[in-house]
């Protein structure tokens, strides 16, 4: 007899009013990304899902890297002290 493994630690998919709660954004937003084409999802019949693998993915590449200015002048003046 095959017995089934309950293993269901973690969704794997997400609805489109979860993402937007996850993210903090409007259900409408969620939606433009999608009909745009920006958010990977997935289409079962008349439900859209969306990965947690694809909504990492989607912030990954929206993410805005932290710029320190105090940071970006030395290297400059580095940069610049090492020419003359």
Request: proline share 2%; charged share 30%.
């Amino acid at each position: 007899m095959i017995q089934k493994e309950e293993k269901r630690s973690q969704p794997t998919g997400m609805s489109v009013p979860e993402v937007a709660q996850a993210l903090g954004c409007s259900e409408r937003v969620i939606w433009g990304e999608i009909h745009a084409r920006r958010l990977a999802h997935l289409r079962v019949r008349r439900r859209v899902v969306v990965t947690v693998e694809q909504l990492q993915a989607y912030v990954d590449r929206n993410s805005v890297a932290v710029f320190d200015a105090k940071d970006f002048a030395r290297q400059a003046l580095k940069k610049g002290g090492a020419n003359k």
